[in-house]
């Protein structure tokens, strides 16, 4: 298993921006994806953003535009920059990494609580 150690989650007020940090114990360049799921309050965890081995980023549809993934394979960390946060931002959000395209083995972080409030 990877070890993810994931940081930067906050309490924000709605408009304001968060960057959330996961770093991992082995070099993510070898890694077939990594990325980052949210899980909010009574509902189910979802996919915020990912990127797959070769260079391909996905987005959540509704994410797409006010969320950024970004990588620096030379500090083994994955980064999420987070824009004009609303309410519904609320949620714990995971770091993950897959080695195989099946996602069998994924290795998962603890979740960093990120709060959008006024």
């Known amino acids: 298993q990877v070890q993810l150690v994931e940081s930067g989650g906050a309490l924000v007020q709605p408009g304001g921006s968060l960057r959330l940090s996961c770093a991992a114990s082995?070099?993510?360049?070898?890694?077939?994806?990594i990325g980052w799921y949210r899980r909010a309050p009574g509902k189910e965890r979802e996919l915020v953003a990912a990127?797959?081995?070769?260079?391909?980023?996905n987005y959540s549809g509704s994410l797409k535009g006010r969320f950024t993934i970004s990588r620096d394979n030379a500090k083994n960390t994955v980064y999420l920059q987070m824009n004009s946060l609303e309410p519904d931002d609320t949620a714990v959000y995971y770091c993950?990494?897959?080695?195989?395209?099946?996602?069998?083995?994924?290795?998962w972080g603890q979740g960093t609580q990120v709060t959008i409030s006024s």
């Open positions: 993950y990494v897959d080695k195989v395209p099946s996602g069998l083995g994924r290795s």
């Open positions: 082995e070099n993510i360049f070898k890694f077939y994806a």
């Open positions: 990127i797959i081995r070769g260079g391909t980023i």
